[in-house]
């Protein structure tokens, strides 16, 4: 959904490269996701951030970090790319405290470590 | 470790059949049980969710049938058709201040005109 947007959405590096994928939000919510998405997997997710200040690491973060520089706006870093990094990355959004609340998902970034 | 296990991996029907998709999950702590639609190309949207106070929901064609005891849910869409094929991820969460889900492996459907 435009809602929630991802930059770049598509990206071929070489293992030991640093790159950042970028999202963006435009629904106001506090709230931000980071999931790396593999076959036979599902959804992962690698980081999440509550507030500007509140960042936490998910299920899976090694190889990860991330950014939030405001409510709008949340980056995932690979600091030195490797092969088995490559996936389909989403962002996501929700509000509300309940943990039960509805997220807002981006259009993803395929990601390809050669 | 998957607390959330999803079957089938892919899944074929014809149009107009009924499409069931399974999840078992393992902690009893969680409370809220959505279940996510992804088309190719885009990112997953929320198609339907339950708690555990009631048996089942429906929206549409979409139900979802929960049963706490042996700690299972499932997915049935009725009259299924061509644009139903995508693909499908339960997931679990727990209450509170937390917002985090638990994802399936997630079910490939393609429904045959």
């Known amino acids: 959904d435009a809602d929630v947007t991802q930059t770049p959405r598509n990206r071929i590096t070489k293992t030991g490269k640093r790159i950042m994928l970028e999202c963006s939000q435009t629904?106001?919510?506090?709230?931000m996701y980071w999931y790396r998405q593999d076959p036979g997997l599902g959804l992962r997710l690698i980081y999440y951030?509550?507030?500007?200040?509140?960042?936490n690491k998910g299920e899976i973060s090694d190889g990860y970090s991330v950014s939030r520089q405001a409510q709008a706006k949340f980056s995932l870093s690979l600091e030195s790319a490797i092969p088995n990094q490559t996936a389909l990355y989403f962002c996501?959004?929700?509000?509300?405290?309940?943990?039960?609340?509805?997220?807002?998902f981006g259009p993803g970034t395929r990601l390809l470590v050669l | 470790q998957q607390q959330v296990k999803q079957s089938p991996q892919s899944l074929i029907v014809q149009k107009g059949g009924i499409s069931i998709i399974n999840c078992a999950y393992e902690?009893?702590?969680?409370?809220?049980f959505p279940w996510y639609q992804q088309f190719p190309g885009k990112g997953p949207a929320l198609l339907i969710a339950i708690r555990p106070d009631v048996s089942e929901k429906k929206e549409g064609r979409f139900t979802i049938s929960f049963n706490k005891s042996a700690k299972q849910f499932s997915l049935h869409i009725m009259d299924s058709q061509p644009g139903d094929s995508a693909t499908y991820f339960c997931a679990a969460s727990f209450s509170g201040n937390t917002g985090k889900l638990i994802f399936g492996q997630g079910t490939t459907l393609q429904v045959k005109p």
């Open positions: 951030s509550f507030d500007v200040k509140d960042i």
């Open positions: 629904k106001g919510h506090d709230r």
């Open positions: 996501a959004t929700s509000d509300g405290t309940s943990g039960q609340e509805t997220q807002y």
């Open positions: 902690n009893t702590a969680f409370d809220y």
